[in-house]
């Protein structure tokens, strides 16, 4: 299993940036492909970024495609996400999420690590 630990949100005026940032422990970085989600109150948590299968491809929601960047450093098992353009829309918890390289899916329940997650709150 793996454990993560999120840092990096905060409040921010709209079209400002932040850094968040998650920390990965427990196993080794390379066994979990690593993916951002975020939760507005009352609504569904939704996916925002992930790697692909060989971890080194990326895919992006429509709604961030252009604004956010997900990253990761191998040797400090740390992966980020640039949010940038950030609009009132983004605001919401987002979460840093784990599934194991091997597992079959890339959907919302196939990630079975999460973070506490931090929340975003983007002021007009």
Same mark, same amino acid.
Not at 76 to 99: G, I, R, W
């Given at each position: 299993?793996? +454990? !993560? ?5 905060? !409040?921010?005026? @709209? ?7 998650? @920390?990965?422990?427990?196993? $080794?970085?390379?066994?979990? %492909?690593?993916?951002?989600?975020? +939760? =507005?109150?009352?609504?569904? %948590?939704?996916? #925002? @970024? %992930? ?9 992006? /929601?429509?709604?961030v495609k252009g604004r956010f $960047? *997900?990253?990761?450093?191998? =040797? ?9 353009? !950030?609009?009132?829309?983004? $605001? =919401? #918890?987002?979460?840093?999420? /784990?599934?194991? @390289?091997? =597992? *079959?899916?890339? %959907? *919302?329940?196939?990630? /079975? ?8 709150? #983007?002021?007009?």
């Amino acid at each position: 299993q793996v +454990q !993560l630990v999120e840092s990096g949100g905060g !409040l921010v005026q @709209a079209g400002g940036s932040l850094r968040l940032s998650c @920390a990965a422990s427990g196993r $080794t970085f390379s066994s979990y %492909r690593m993916g951002w989600f975020r +939760q =507005a109150p009352g609504k569904e %948590r939704e996916f #925002v @970024a %992930r790697f692909g299968w060989t971890g080194g491809s990326t895919y992006y /929601a429509d709604s961030v495609k252009g604004r956010f $960047t *997900i990253s990761r450093d191998n =040797a400090k098992n740390t992966v980020y996400l640039q949010m940038s353009s !950030l609009k009132p829309e983004d $605001t =919401a #918890v987002y979460y840093c999420a /784990a599934k194991p @390289a091997s =597992a *079959i899916g890339f %959907r *919302i329940d196939d990630y /079975a690590y999460w973070g506490q997650g931090t929340q975003v709150t #983007v002021s007009s």
